[in-house]
C-alpha cells in the first residue's frame, strides 16, 4: 500500500495513527488563518484579471469532482456566448513556467489532467506553478472572456470571483482534520465565504444535503448527477456499448487518480462483471506500458487514458469511462447571475 492509500485509510476509514501528528495542529491552524487573513488584507493589491475567474477546487486533498465540474462549465459556457479558458497547476509536469498547452503536448510536460481538459473542452488551457502567471499568459495569448482555475482554491496570490467547492458526496470532510491529521487543507468554516458547494453523484442516486455540510451553508450546496456516455478505445479512438461491461469478464481496472473507489463505484453502478481486478497507483502517475495489462480488458478514466496515447501498449482491449456532468437548472442561473455582476478592470 502506497503513502496516499495510507494516509486515505486514516482520514476517511476511522484509522487513528495520524493523530500522531496532532500537537502540530495550533501551528497548522495559525499558518492556514494568517494565510487566509494576509489575502482577505492584501486583496486590493492582488493582481487583478480583467476578465472574471472561476475557481473549482477543495477542502481536502484527492479527487472530488473538480474536472467533471471544469469540463460540464466550460461546455455550458460555450454554448451561451463565452469563450471560456483554463488555468491548471499541472500536476505531474516538468515545466518551470507559464505554459500554454498545444495539440502535441505530452503529459510530462503539462500533467494529465490539462491534457485531458483541452481535448475534452477544446479551450485554451494554460499549466504553470504560478496562477497569476497562468492567468496572464491564458489571456494574453488566447481570445478568452472568462477563466476557470482548475484546482487553487488555496493559491491566494489569485484573486478569485467565483468559488466553487467541490465535496466528495460519500467520503466527506473524512474525520474533519486539518492535515496531516486529517484531509482538510483549511477548516469547513471556509465554506462561509465561498459562492457554490457541489457534490457529483451517481445518476439516478437519492441526493440530499448531507449532514456533514454545515446548516448555515446548505443553501449554496447542490448535487451534480454524472452520467456516463460510452466507452472509448484508447488505441483505435472506437466507442463501445456500456453493455460491454457485463459481457466481458476479468476486466482489470487501472486508476491513477486521488479517489480511485469514486471510479470503481461508477463501474459497479453500472454492473460491470464481477470477477474484476483493481490496479490502483498513485494519482497522477504517469502510466508505462508496464503498468498496462498485456491481455484481457482494461478500463480506465479519461485523465488516465491521455497517458496513453503515445505509449505502445501491446494490449488491445484497453478502454477508458467517458462521462458527462450535468448542471442544475438553479446552479446556471445563480451563475449567470453572479457573473452579470462582474465589473471589468480596464
Given amino acids: 500500500m502506497n503513502l496516499d492509500r495510507l494516509f486515505s485509510k486514516a482520514w476517511y476509514e476511522g484509522h487513528c495513527w495520524t493523530r500522531c501528528f496532532y500537537p502540530l495542529m495550533p ?16 486583496r486590493a493589491s492582488l493582481f487583478q484579471s480583467s ?56 503529459p510530462e510536460d503539462v500533467g494529465d489532467e490539462p491534457l485531458m481538459l483541452a481535448k475534452r473542452t477544446s479551450c485554451p488551457v494554460v499549466v504553470g506553478r504560478d496562477r497569476v502567471q497562468a492567468v496572464q499568459k491564458l489571456i494574453a495569448e488566447a481570445d478568452v472572456d472568462l477563466v476557470i482555475s482548475d484546482d487553487g482554491l488555496q493559491h491566494y496570490a489569485l484573486d478569485r470571483h467565483i468559488e466553487i467547492v467541490m465535496v466528495d458526496y460519500e467520503r466527506g470532510f473524512g474525520n474533519g482534520f486539518l492535515l496531516p ?30 449532514k456533514y455540510i454545515p446548516k ?28 460491454v461491461l457485463q459481457s466481458k469478464s476479468a476486466w482489470s481496472v487501472v486508476a491513477a ?16 462483471a464481477n470477477d474484476y481486478s483493481t490496479h490502483w497507483l498513485s494519482d497522477h502517475h504517469l502510466l ?5 495489462p498485456n491481455e484481457g480488458p482494461v478500463v480506465m478514466t479519461e485523465k488516465d487514458a491521455v497517458k496513453c496515447f503515445s505509449l505502445n501498449i501491446q494490449n488491445d482491449d484497453v478502454w477508458y469511462l467517458r462521462v458527462s456532468l450535468q448542471l442544475t437548472e438553479d446552479f446556471k442561473f445563480n451563475l449567470i447571475n453572479s457573473l452579470s455582476n462582474f465589473t471589468k478592470v480596464r
Avoid at 501551528?27 to 492584501?42: A, C, D, H, N, Y
Avoid at 449554496?220 to 472506437?238: E, H, I, M, R
Avoid at 508505462?288 to 498496462?292: Q, V
Fill in 27 to 42: 501551528v497548522i491552524k495559525r499558518f492556514v488563518r494568517q494565510k487566509r487573513v494576509r489575502f482577505l488584507e492584501s
Fill in 51 to 106: 476578465v472574471p475567474v472561476i475557481v473549482v477546487g477543495n477542502l481536502t486533498v484527492g479527487g472530488t469532482g473538480k474536472s467533471p465540474m471544469v469540463v460540464a462549465l466550460c461546455q455550458w459556457l460555450v454554448s451561451n456566448g463565452y469563450t471560456p479558458g483554463i488555468v491548471s497547476r499541472g500536476y505531474g509536469s516538468n515545466n518551470k513556467g507559464a505554459v500554454l498547452v498545444t495539440g502535441d503536448a505530452s
Fill in 181 to 210: 491529521v486529517g484531509p482538510l487543507r483549511e477548516p469547513i468554516e471556509r465554506l462561509k465565504d465561498v459562492h457554490f458547494i457541489a457534490s457529483v453523484i451517481q445518476q439516478g442516486q437519492f441526493s440530499e444535503c448531507p
Fill in 216 to 243: 448555515e451553508v446548505s443553501e449554496k450546496f447542490a448535487c451534480f448527477p454524472l452520467s456516463v456516455v460510452d466507452l472509448v478505445n484508447v488505441k483505435t479512438g472506437l466507442t463501445a456499448d456500456l453493455s
Fill in 257 to 272: 487518480i486521488g479517489n480511485p473507489t469514486r471510479f470503481l463505484n461508477t463501474l459497479t453502478t453500472l454492473n460491470i
Fill in 288 to 292: 508505462e506500458a508496464k503498468d498496462i
